[in-house]
């Protein structure tokens, strides 16, 4: 599986961004899909998740309510809509496949398999 992460860039706080990531294989439909970021000298941290049917999602509690992950087995293509950012929200973002086929999304890094190259959003006060 080969994952392509696009959508990153410069915004002001408050602004909005839509991060897509495209992915290759015919199975699509039956992956698991996560957001992480990692921003300078920290850890890399879950943001999203959405399960493979994609009825159920995940957030982590610093970006629930502001971002929304969402995918479109058509195009191979899981989304992270943006909004109200924030300056803490500056990292290098990366999306993730877990080939499992669980109902519930996964929120470790561990569970995923596959990564893609990241794209870095940077959020200016």
């Known amino acids: 599986v080969q994952l392509q992460a696009s959508g ?3 915004v002001q ?3 909005s ?7 290759s294989g015919r199975t699509f439909s039956r992956y698991g899909m996560g957001w992480f970021r990692q921003a300078p000298g920290k850890e890399r941290e879950f943001v999203a998740a959405i399960n493979w049917m994609g009825g159920t999602t995940s957030y982590a509690d610093s970006v629930e309510g502001r971002f929304t992950i969402s ?7 899981v989304y992270l809509q943006m909004n ?4 803490e929200d500056t990292a290098v973002y990366y999306c993730a496949v877990d080939p499992t086929l669980e109902t519930e999304p996964a929120v470790m890094a561990s569970d995923y398999d ?3 190259q990241g794209t870095l959003v940077t959020v200016s006060s």
């Open 84 to 87: 109200s950012l924030k300056p």
């Open 8 to 10: 990153g860039g410069v």
């Open 71 to 77: 995918r479109d087995n058509a195009k191979n293509t």
């Open 114 to 116: 596959y990564w893609g």
């Open 13 to 15: 706080a408050g602004g």
């Open 17 to 23: 961004l839509r991060l897509s990531c495209a992915a």
